[in-house]
């Protein structure tokens, strides 16, 4: 994945035909999915959307659920990010 995630990160995130400012990433993937795209962003003065909790009615059904802890999902991710960002 992590390989995988450097490709796509330079195709959106460099100088290329296929780059902007910034790209949405789904931290779902685990770290190795997300972080060459944080290398990339930062290398090149580019932003990040991760992301935690969205908006659509059903986001819940998954981003809600509650973990062993009582946290639910999408503050968990939030500060395992937060913690290797």
Not at 33 to 47: R, S
Request: aromatic content about 10%.
């Amino acid at each position: 994945m992590g390989s995988t995630s450097k490709v796509y990160a330079k195709a959106f995130l460099t100088n290329g035909s296929l780059s902007g400012d910034m790209v949405t990433v789904n931290p779902f993937l685990g770290q190795d999915g997300y972080d060459p795209f944080i290398e990339v962003a930062e290398e090149n003065n580019k932003g990040l959307f991760l992301l935690l909790k969205t908006s659509n009615p059903s986001s819940s059904e998954i981003q809600d659920l509650k973990l062993q802890n009582g946290e639910v999902l999408y503050m968990q991710i939030a500060q395992f990010i937060n913690t290797f960002a």
